[in-house]
């Protein structure tokens, strides 16, 4: 009971079927549900960059703004080809319906496990990346950093249970001010640069170390595909059609186009500036605090973008509590997860889904020490899974269907598919080492789970079937009591057997000869005129001499029942359990798997 | 089945009542048998005496002969005091049995409790000293002693309930060899002495360190009280006088002098020689295996002696694990324990009370880190409780009894019980801050415990009790059938019902019109002409609607009941539950604590 008011106080109150409502979103308010996401990562793409190029040495540096470019070009890309997946679903199409309509069960299976990886790293990532925004602005903070993520994701994980919706008014504010001060921060600091107010940037920590590398293909390779982060998130348009206001696919095609040109903007303005004003990845202070620092010299507007920054980060935290309850509803729908996922608790929620991610990703944070770094790795690879699946689907999607300019859309999606695999190789390869190995041998795991359960729920569904019920003959059931002594609790079973059958039997097993007479003495004055059977222990066991007498009665027939009613007083308080052989639970331990058996327990309420 | 099959090869096979059997023992075999644990405790009582004494210094080391004199003269005083218990109790005299005969229950209730503190703390301190005995002779294996004393632990308790007797046979060998190869170690550690072939003693480590105690009264009785631990186990005899040979009581009082006497002359040797030969107190080293390696220089004989000791103190250790069980059975019968501990397990034995007793001695040996001093002021206390509370029974035995010579027996118990009372009252003020206090604290608590649990066992008989029982009204069962859909699982179940009752009803919680209809449809073909009773919940909680269903028949009257059938499927594997809501579960949670309602599961069982 304790446990449902402190289910109460932090879920609140169930809330009627009848309520579920659906709100349509305009363009400015669906631009601010949907942008947060894909928007929080140039908080630390930048930064994974410069991570990479560092290692060849401060003097690498200069080579992120080429790479920020060719980003840049792959994020208009890829936003090319998801207008074409709008077009095509306009009632929302996630990478793991368009797959599974496309190229078949299989393939999109891939894309639902790596979808659901996905989400939960979007978390992980995010809410760390947002702890690292705070703990630059507060570097005593540092310390306690995986138990601030650990507590912020608990908070995430209880707004969602109390059923968060993702209302526009929640999200607009955040995000709107996100993208006003970056877009301030970034004017201010181009315009600083380029009149040379500049803050002198501190003595650049050059050392040539031992072992320091030269700037290969490979490192330039994995450069890229760590600032490819910064991609994360931009097919959330494409996947929340459904909620635009009508006409719904033209406004997502638009809101999208809007998305992709902010992001590319905000990420190629932190990426020039960061190397204009001299900012190198360090542990304590991330790349963005060091910017806003440099160009502001600290102050309230400093505080500000790193407030706003965090925000953003636990916003897109947030989505992923809508996106993976959604997937594993759909999961759970088609039979691949277990059906728990499919039901709706008392707020409306996906309750489930919500817990498993929160638990996920508070583990993560754990695990990985609440470093944004440790985790990227692992994270883009199912992004571009997803990506690559989802636009290959859709070029299979125009070659069947056609329709007008099918042509140009088909090469579109072709070209994304083929730009997004490549990158997902490229990912894979450079940082297999790093983490992502973790991610492509857990796909194919999760993969076989899915087939598993399924096969599973056939076969259930297969024995349970009434196709072809052929009514076997009527039960014969035969009730057995079973004593150890005669008293109110065993009294009140026998009425209650009574009361279900006309041909009761009470059975004891004989430990000591002297108690069989006592309790056949009681027997004859209280035992109902029910017949005993008196069941011979010569080792003192309780249930082998009764589950001898049990096989023979079921050898009687296949029609046979036996109903085993053991009458058992439940004490007034938990302790005083102790204090007594817990035979009714012994016996139903041991005929749990036996078919034809039924137990019962017959409780008799002690009041002290 | 896996764990069964352990527990096979563990424990062995069942035993047949019928085997039961009792060995009678020659005065020669009960010596064996019952000298083990006083015997044993020549091993540490002199090293407790000098621990305290080197306090002050090495000087203060000689002090220890009139000390060990002073705790001979009291084991003669408490062996002619118990022989006067062997005359009263032929059937031997427990302190718990024979305080409470004479005391009452309160008084019988602390002994009880101060005894089962003692046969646990008798197991560590005996194991412990039984690995330092090891240890000594290799040093190698110092820092594995806690494990080693777990491990012996669980040796001793796994012997035990495959059913180790208390077996002439078994103990003769090594109480013998022992008392055979400490004399010769005596012996021959005197005449070497008297001839002056002194092995030279190393250099004395007499520091005159900064916080040296001098002399004190207070030191003296701390000393003294160490010692004491001497006389653990010399109350074994008049406990087991039942299993000697007739006479019994006769034979019983001869080998309890003969006990004595070995006891003291073994104790005050070892003291006398400790001090000559040099022997002092340290980590690694025990004072007998110092003095050894002094008398034999090493070699075969030195080992020898370790063996011979580390084999009797492990003896000792098994003695409680029949002492303890058997309390534990006569407490259990009185009701002053959970009635688990009055029953015999498979092999005969009291299981659960040797598996209590070796996980809390090793729990002991962990906790102190195996070290025998740290053990060792917990020790005295307990039994010096048992030996007052016992003596004091047999004065007021003599007063009511009266009977030949009962005016000087009286004298000698009284005097007994003078004398230990104030060795327990010295025990218990100069050991108080080092671990005395525990068992001071922990005995009344023990006795609250077992009059809570003997008030509880009352007021179970009485609440259950037949006396004045008057029949109420026939019961008026209604039958329901919770079902969520209608397949082979359900049907089964809706069978089961009628062969029970002949008025069964069918009741579904409605989440979702349409799956209502569906079910409906289904009922009409398949249902066997049971009325289908349909729940509405708008909050989409399976249990609500339905509590407030029964909740409405039990309002019916007290002579109403509710039997509610949850069809169950048992899938083929355990993970496969995992796919499956727990509906069953949660149900019968609800249902639990609820009057009047019976629970009843039909289980069908899936194949695949």
Chains 1, 2 share one sequence.
Request: aromatic share 10%; net charge positive; charged share 15%.
């Amino acid at each position: 009971m304790k446990l449902h008011a402190l289910k109460l106080f932090f879920v609140g109150r169930p809330i009627p079927t009848a309520q579920a409502r659906h709100e349509r979103l305009t363009k400015r308010s669906a631009l601010a549900v949907f942008a947060s996401d894909a928007l929080s990562s140039v908080a630390y793409a930048t930064e994974e960059i410069l991570l990479v190029l560092v290692l060849a040495g401060v003097g690498a540096l200069v080579v992120s703004i080429p790479i920020g470019i060719a980003i840049s070009v792959l994020i208009a890309i890829v936003v090319s080809s998801y207008r074409q997946t709008i077009r095509a679903y306009p009632q929302g199409g996630g990478a793991y319906i368009v797959t599974k309509d496309n190229l078949g069960t299989m393939a999109g299976l891939i894309a639902g496990a790596a979808l659901l990886i996905d989400y939960v790293l979007t978390v992980a990532v995010s809410v760390a990346a947002g702890i690292a925004a705070l703990t630059s602005a507060f570097p005593a903070l540092f310390a306690y950093r995986i138990w601030l993520g650990v507590l912020c994701i608990a908070a995430i994980t209880t707004a969602n249970l109390r059923g968060l919706r993702e209302s526009g008014r929640l999200f607009a504010a955040p995000t709107y001010l996100f993208i006003v001060s970056f877009a301030g921060m970034l004017v201010y600091g181009f315009v600083r640069w380029m009149f040379g107010w500049e803050t002198p940037a501190p003595p650049a920590p050059e050392v040539v170390a031992e072992g320091m590398q030269s700037v290969s293909v490979f490192l330039l390779l994995r450069a890229f595909a760590s600032g490819c982060t910064a991609l994360t998130g931009v097919e959330a348009v494409s996947d929340g059609v459904g909620a635009f206001k009508p006409n719904e696919a033209r406004n997502a095609r638009i809101v999208l186009v809007w998305l992709g040109a902010i992001l590319i903007t905000l990420f190629m303005g932190i990426t020039f500036l960061a190397h204009h004003y001299g900012a190198v990845p360090r542990v304590e202070e991330t790349v963005v605090s060091q910017l806003a620092r440099r160009v502001f010299g600290g102050g309230l507007l400093y505080y500000e973008i790193q407030a706003v920054t965090m925000l953003i980060l636990i916003l897109a935290a947030n989505t992923s509590f809508s996106d993976f309850p959604r997937l594993a509803f759909f999961l759970a729908r088609d039979g691949f997860i277990p059906r728990q996922f499919g039901t709706r608790g008392d707020r409306l929620v996906f309750s489930n889904g919500i817990l498993i991610l929160g638990g996920l990703a508070a583990l993560l944070i754990v695990i990985f020490g609440g470093d944004t770094h440790a985790l990227i790795p692992l994270y883009a690879v199912g992004v571009f899974i997803s990506f690559t699946l989802s636009q290959s689907s859709m070029v299979r999607h125009w070659l069947r269907v056609r329709g007008v300019g099918w042509g140009w859309r088909c090469a579109l999606n072709g070209l994304g598919a083929t730009v997004t695999g490549v990158v997902m190789i490229v990912i894979a390869a450079t940082k297999f080492t790093h983490g992502a190995w973790l991610v492509v041998l857990l796909i194919p795991l999760l993969v076989a789970a899915f087939m598993t359960v399924h096969r599973h729920y056939a076969d259930v569904a297969q024995q349970l079937s009434m196709e072809g019920y052929d009514p076997p003959p009527p039960i014969q059931n035969t009730v057995l009591v079973l004593v150890g002594d005669l008293h109110k609790g065993v009294e009140a079973a026998l009425r209650y057997a009574q009361s279900i059958s006309p041909s009761v039997k009470g059975v004891y097993v004989e430990l000591d000869p002297e108690k069989t007479r006592r309790l056949e003495e009681k027997w004859g004055k209280w035992g109902l005129g029910i017949p005993l059977v008196v069941l011979n222990s010569p080792y003192r066991s309780l249930l082998g001499p009764f589950l001898d007498y049990l096989d023979h009665l079921l050898a009687l027939g296949e029609n046979h029942m036996v109903t085993i009613i053991i009458p058992e007083f439940i004490p007034s308080r938990w302790w005083q359990h102790l204090l007594h052989n817990q035979t009714a639970l012994l016996v139903k331990g041991a005929l749990l798997f036996r078919e034809r058996v039924v137990v019962v327990d017959v409780p008799f309420h002690l009041k002290r």
